[in-house]
């Protein structure tokens, strides 16, 4: 499981671009940058809708202000699913909107939870990270990713103030 002090594995993650599907690599979105990268088990699911993506748009102007580049939300879902979650919570142009269609990026990063009794397949466990030019320098993880409380907006603000 990846931990603080680590190098984000390399990925290439299909996005939504304003003419179709392009791609994002961890190189292009970490390298000399500071990033918020929180993972959820998947778009549309109650906790993930409801509790805590709402928490990354609505700080999203503290978080800049607070020196983060960019926010970055990824899930194991295609990139159909994360385009219309981005439309529908408004985050499209605030957020990046990663699919790990396969979970692969999710494997990589130690993070996956077999959620298969529940219809869902392998999923992200619900985590939330800062990263420093692809370091982690912090790293929150949810014991039960039924709730957003460890990794949510309030407490990467706290980190980033400290």
């Not at 109650?46 to 926010?71: E, F, M, R």
């Not at 993070?111 to 420093?132: C, K, M, P, V």
């Not at 709730?147 to 603000?157: Q, R």
Request: with cysteine.
């Amino acid at each position: 499981m990846i931990k603080q002090g680590d190098r984000i594995p390399e990925a290439t993650f299909p996005v939504m671009g304003d003419d179709g599907m392009e791609h994002v690599t961890t190189d292009s979105l970490f390298k000399g940058k500071k990033v918020v990268l929180f993972g959820v088990p998947g778009a549309f699911t109650p906790t993930c809708h409801q509790n805590h993506l709402p928490g990354y748009l609505d700080n999203i102007d503290g978080l800049k202000a607070l020196g983060v580049d960019d926010v970055a939300v990824v899930s194991v879902n295609d990139v159909f699913v994360m385009e219309s979650w981005a439309k529908d919570t408004g985050g499209k142009g605030k957020l990046i909107y990663l699919a790990d269609g396969s979970g692969d990026f999710a494997k990589a990063m130690g993070l996956e939870i077999d959620l298969s009794e529940h219809g869902l397949g392998i999923r992200n466990l619900r985590y939330s990270l800062i990263a420093q030019d692809g370091v982690v320098t912090h790293f929150n993880l949810e014991e039960n990713p039924g709730i957003a409380e460890k990794s949510g907006a309030a407490v990467i603000i706290e980190q980033l103030k400290a």
